[in-house]
């Protein structure tokens, strides 16, 4: 009889090597998703200047070296005020899609798991939510909570969750009946169980993607809610309140004030979109488009 | 074999649009009434006396109880009326009535330009796999979305109006020197066209191209995306090999056989576009100083003018459920099948 | 490698002569080399099956005839030859304008799956209408009255009624026949059914290649049919190849082929075949499965792997194929004894 050899597993960092390889534009998302990280987490320390600082003397000059993206309308320079932005950008849209990511978890899961009148009520609920324009509910909610960041937060997650909810509720749907959960409804394991750690882990890969596409979208609203002056009140850094502030400025060509900015908006957004869209290959080739 | 009648269908789609409607006057309701706080102080705004208070809180009901308040609250909808602006001093259904038009305009131009494009891209990218064509439009849809509409509006009127000179200042409709047409449909271009007043045409289609790219372009990217995926799932599918063998000429072929049955997961799209179009409506009609319901929505917001926010509110819910209903029906026309109860 | 048949008397009689003909498909796996030197005839007025299992490369034969190769295919040699009223010409040398007149109009296919090869959301009435306006001269007042002679012809009860149907609310034997009509509808010379009864009922398929059979008599057409089902080929076709991954392996007429198989697969297909009187321990399968044609080491005999009977020479010598009857032809250089 011979020996069979067990076959010889390549090591994590040869796997990680190859995956890399095959995926350099997800890669490259990835990093840029940590630069943006580290930033959110560092930007005030590496700013050059105090983001906050007015400096009438020099207002509204356009990029020069002393100010890579030059200074705005009361000679504040716009890389810091950009660069502290990050902070709030991401957090807001963070917390907004953690929020409606559990909320919408909890929510599908059980729609999908126990189905009948628990399915019916939350899948009317989130029908309902979803025949208003999404971001015309946020203003709507805003407007009947109160301007504050906070509800800039609780507006965007609500009109993120029928998303999670949606996508959560058709993955369980998809598992419900699978072997193994048979397996584990005659080993005697109660609902609860079931569905916190035999179904839902299953479904955690795809939403991955979905959370990464969705941060990217839940950023964009955000920064529009913003833009038209809800929530994040002047003198504080925010992508989108620049923008707004910058844009008397364009007509008259200091295009910097709200260019920067909004650049640096579209580059996280699209960052989230690629590493969506990456990790959509990576997970489940037959999502693509 | 008998298949429903079209009315039947029609009929179908729109008792089935019902609960939405239901859904959006409950949760306009709960918006607008059921606050934490004093719902009267909302509508009285923020300089009101007490007195001032007190009257609306009574006018509205809001000493009811809650099904009572739901039953008056309907009532007022049914009676058309959503309440008196605090900023204008109208009621805001005349208010939104007035400004109605200018959005609807905004909006079917940026439709009908992004699908002017959409289409033929798609098109071109699926019948031409792997060429520059094809990759410029997988990279347009991933950017596309990426884009932030009201970044997207400043950085044309830079361009155009700014550094290049050739759009109009962004300042509304028309000029100053031009007066509106007279109204027929409210929409500047069709109006001025039947009164045959050219120069009020070109001087407010000057005014409406840079919005509408701007409003286009953010849909352009999801449409282009499912022409194209739609377009090459179609293309490879078996009844498009059988036209081919049958010798049909290939125009005949892509868009007879393969375009029509591509459409519908395209229209499927249309629908959610609608509502990112509707939102980024608001932004662009900002961006612009275009005189919509949008720009109103966001005054309205800034002044606290609670009244005229929710207003806008149920109105644009309104109108996409509408929207939506027609797309459904759009749909069964495209599709027999869709008609049929599986 | 195979070497191709020299069929000189045939070329004059026959309506289609394919010689040597190789096609490849480049995929992101590999490149699959779907045929290999295939050569047969096929006369005016008869009726040629092609058996063989899935995968072999039957289908992709009739397509690259039709010249409706997937984007990924790729004709790497030999020629397919038409001869129309005493001219020949080269289908692989037309015009893509030239080809699509004969498309449809003297060189047809029809499918299987009819309600999925069939356009689901337009009339089947306007379909056929479709192809009779793209090669008839009739003016357009004629053409729904054509159509409605089309449907009737292929035996379609109610034909007013059925021109305004859509496929899925039609079965599959009535979209069969649509198809039918579909591919006949200019009459043809010649008719390609890849498996025309997959999917129907028992029933169901002897009206359809009865009905087949009959329009082909009528119209005095040559038709190929394509098929896995060994037993069909044997009731409905005068002569009959096997091909066995991506080569022919053998060619005869019926008769001679059931009482004297001499290619090792053709017998063993012939003994897997299930029979009224068989019992189930009767039939044999065949060992093995089609090889991988994306191998750049594929043996000369493609058959080598599963055949009891090969040795070095069919693993080197390149197969040359050989006459073994009046119309009999193997590609085997061990032939089963008469």
Not at chain 2, 186 to 200: M, N
Request: hydrophobic share 50%.
């Amino acid at each position: 009889m011979t020996l069979i050899q067990p076959i010889k597993r390549p090591s994590s960092l040869a796997q990680a090597r190859y995956i890399v390889s095959e995926n350099r534009v997800t890669f490259g998302s990835f990093l840029l998703f940590f630069a943006l990280v580290l930033l959110a987490i560092f930007g005030q320390a590496i700013a050059p200047y105090d983001p906050m600082a007015s400096n009438a003397a020099v207002a509204l000059s356009p990029p020069s070296l002393a100010h890579w993206f030059g200074t705005d309308d009361l000679g504040r320079d716009v890389l810091s005020r950009v660069l502290v932005a990050t902070r709030l950008d991401l957090g807001i849209a963070v917390i907004a899609v953690v929020l409606s990511f559990g909320l919408g978890s909890i929510l599908g899961t059980c729609a999908g798991y126990f189905g009948g009148w628990c399915d019916r009520i939350i899948s009317r609920i989130i029908d309902t939510l979803m025949a208003f324009p999404l971001f015309i509910l946020a203003m709507g909610l805003v407007a009947a909570l109160g301007n504050t960041v906070e509800n800039i937060i609780y507006a965007t997650a609500v009109i993120n969750l029928p998303l999670y909810t949606r996508v959560v509720r058709a993955e369980i749907l998809v598992r419900r009946d699978a072997g193994y959960v048979e397996a584990a409804r005659l080993a005697g394991n109660g609902h609860l169980r079931i569905m916190a750690a035999h179904l839902f882990p299953n479904v955690l890969p795809v939403m991955m993607v979905h959370i990464s596409l969705n941060m990217g979208w839940a950023i964009l609203n955000a920064a529009g809610l913003s833009f038209i002056g809800l929530g994040v009140r002047p003198p504080t850094p925010e992508w989108g309140i620049m923008v707004a502030e910058g844009a008397t400025y364009i007509i008259s060509g200091e295009w910097w004030l709200a260019i920067f900015p909004g650049a640096v908006l579209m580059l996280a957004v699209f960052c989230f979109n690629l590493l969506g869209d990456g990790l959509r290959d990576l997970v489940d080739p037959r999502m693509r488009t | 074999m008998s298949r429903p009648s079209t009315v039947s269908i029609v009929i179908q789609r729109i008792l089935g649009a019902i609960p939405s409607i239901l859904g959006v006057i409950i949760v306009t309701f709960v918006l607008t009434r059921a606050l934490p706080g004093d719902p009267a102080a909302y509508f009285a705004g923020p300089a009101a006396t007490q007195e001032a208070i007190d009257q609306i809180r009574d006018s509205l009901g809001l000493n009811r109880s809650l099904p009572e308040q739901f039953f008056i609250y309907v009532g007022e909808l049914l009676r058309g009326d959503l309440g008196n602006s605090l900023t204008t001093g109208q009621t805001v259904v005349s208010d939104l009535l007035t400004r109605l038009p200018a959005s609807l305009e905004l909006t079917l131009a940026g439709l009908i330009f992004s699908l002017a494009l959409a289409l033929p891209l798609g098109i071109l990218a699926a019948t031409r796999p792997g060429s520059w064509i094809d990759h410029s439009v997988r990279i347009l849809a991933t950017a596309g979305v990426s884009l932030p509409t009201f970044f997207t509006g400043l950085l044309l009127i830079y361009v155009f109006y700014f550094r290049l000179g050739l759009a109009p200042a962004p300042l509304g409709r028309l000029a100053i020197l031009f007066s509106s047409p007279d109204q027929v449909t409210g929409l500047f271009l069709v109006d001025s066209l039947l009164a045959g007043d050219w120069e009020t045409f070109r001087a407010a289609l000057g005014q409406l191209i840079l919005p509408a790219v701007t409003l286009g372009l953010f849909a352009l990217a999801p449409l282009a995306r499912v022409t194209r995926a739609s377009m090459l799932s179609v293309l490879s599918s078996d009844f498009i090999r059988t036209a081919k063998a049958s010798g049909l000429a290939p125009h005949t072929v892509l868009f007879g056989y393969a375009f029509r049955n591509a459409l519908l997961p395209i229209v499927t799209t249309l629908g959610v576009v609608f509502s990112f179009l509707l939102g980024a409506n608001v932004l662009v009609e900002k961006v612009f100083a275009w005189p919509g319901i949008g720009s109103y929505a966001v005054s309205a917001l800034i002044a606290s003018d609670y009244a005229a926010v929710q207003g806008f509110v149920l109105t644009m819910a309104l109108l996409y459920v509408v929207l939506n209903l027609l797309i459904d029906l759009l749909y069964t026309v495209i599709d027999p099948r869709a008609g049929v109860e599986s | 490698m195979i070497s191709s048949p020299t069929t000189a008397t045939s070329v004059q009689t026959s309506l289609l002569s394919v010689r040597g003909l190789s096609v490849e498909f480049r995929t992101r796996t590999g490149i699959v080399q779907a045929l290999e030197n295939i050569s047969f005839h096929i006369n005016k007025g008869e009726t040629l099956g092609i058996v063989g299992e899935s995968g072999s490369g039957k289908s992709v034969l009739a397509l690259a005839i039709l010249g409706i190769l997937d984007q990924a295919g790729y004709v790497t040699g030999g020629e397919i030859l038409w001869s129309q009223d005493t001219a020949t010409c080269d289908l692989l040398k037309l015009p893509e304008k030239r080809l699509r007149q004969l498309r449809g109009q003297e060189l047809s296919m029809i499918f299987q799956n009819p309600r999925v090869a069939l356009n689901s959301i337009r009339k089947v009435g306007k379909q056929l209408v479709d192809v009779l306006r793209c090669h008839s001269n009739l003016p357009r007042s004629r053409l729904k009255a054509r159509a409605l002679e089309l449907l009737a012809s292929v035996r379609i009860p109610d034909p007013q009624q059925r021109y305004d149907a859509y496929p899925y609310e039609l079965s599959g034997g009535l979209c069969q026949r649509i198809m039918i009509a579909l591919g006949l509808a200019c009459s043809p010379q010649l008719l390609i059914a890849d498996e025309p009864t997959t999917g129907l009922d028992v029933t169901t398929q002897a009206t359809v290649m009865n009905l087949l059979k009959e329009l082909a008599t009528e119209q005095q057409m040559a038709t190929v049919v394509i098929t896995h089902d060994l037993a069909l080929a044997s009731e409905y076709c005068d002569r009959i190849i096997v091909m066995h991954a991506g080569h022919v392996v053998e060619s005869a007429p019926t008769h001679l082929l059931f009482s004297q198989p001499r290619h090792p697969y053709t017998a063993k297909l012939i003994a897997a075949t299930p029979e009224p009187h068989k019992g189930f321990e009767d039939l044999v399968p065949i060992l093995g499965s089609l090889p991988d044609l994306r191998r750049e080491d594929l043996p000369p005999c493609r058959f080598v792997g599963r055949c009891d009977r090969a040795d070095e020479t069919c693993q080197q010598e390149e197969l040359v194929y050989r006459q073994v009857g009046g119309e009999h032809w193997v590609g085997c250089w061990y032939p089963l004894e008469e």
